[in-house]
């Protein structure tokens, strides 16, 4: 089966740039998304291809995506942006999500 | 206003059935697809299955074939997803979302989430 992995864990100061990788095979070929997800909340759509943004999402959020890697990017980071992060992709007509990385910001 | 308004916390005993829901609002819940999402206690989201209320067209993820299933009524806007026989390793979160299509498609809108808890 198709598996997307994420770093467990991301430590940033706030005001600098947080990058959360998401590794699979040949991802760049493939609709990949991110979600964001706070502690006790439904997870909630950051980025979809290609590097769009739905309404009321910071424009401090941007994704990218080739060869293997998707990367989503987070400048200027503020504390409120503290979550856990995941992508996600689609493999055979199946969605997949990537392991989680838990964004800290210190 | 887009809405999905999942069922409501569960508590249920191993071997027992369940059938949690997902009413969608404020937009045509026939042409969009519905997916389901797991969450385990303090881990992270896994692909269950989405389904299109138009036809009950579905597709599971293969680790979730033969252990539940999705279907949908599109009377009454609501899609579900149901168990026959629970077993403890189904105590988790289960999301609902709003898909546009079934394989180049993304997650815009999110049920609340419905807590199922399987313990004798």
């Known amino acids: 089966s198709y598996e997307l992995t994420q770093p467990p864990s991301v430590s940033v100061s706030p005001g600098q740039t947080a990058s959360i990788t998401c590794s699979g095979d040949k991802l760049g070929d493939k609709y990949t998304c991110w979600y964001q997800q706070k502690p006790g909340q439904s997870p909630v759509l950051v980025i979809y291809?290609?590097?769009n943004r739905p309404s009321g999402i910071p424009e401090r959020f941007s994704g990218s995506n080739s060869g293997n890697t998707a990367t989503l990017t987070i400048s200027e980071t503020q504390a409120m942006d503290e979550a856990d992060y995941y992508c996600?992709?689609?493999?055979?007509?199946?969605?997949?999500f990537g392991t989680g990385t838990k964004v800290t910001v210190l | 206003e887009v809405q999905l308004v999942q069922s409501g916390a569960e508590v249920k005993k191993p071997g027992e059935s369940l059938k949690i829901s997902c009413k969608g609002s404020g937009y045509s819940f026939t042409t969009y697809w519905i997916g389901w999402v797991r969450q385990m206690p303090g881990k992270g989201l896994e692909w269950m299955g989405i389904?299109?209320?138009?036809?009950?067209?579905?597709t599971y993820s293969p680790s979730f074939q033969g252990q539940v299933t999705i279907s949908a009524d599109k009377s009454i806007n609501t899609a579900y997803l149901q168990w026959s026989s629970l077993k403890a390793s189904d105590t988790a979160m289960y999301y609902c979302a709003r898909l546009k299509s079934w394989s180049s498609s993304h997650m815009d809108y999110w049920g609340q989430g419905t807590l199922v808890t399987v313990s004798s």
């Open positions: 291809p290609d590097n």
């Open positions: 996600q992709a689609w493999d055979s007509s199946t969605g997949v």
């Open positions: 389904i299109y209320p138009g036809n009950s067209d579905n």
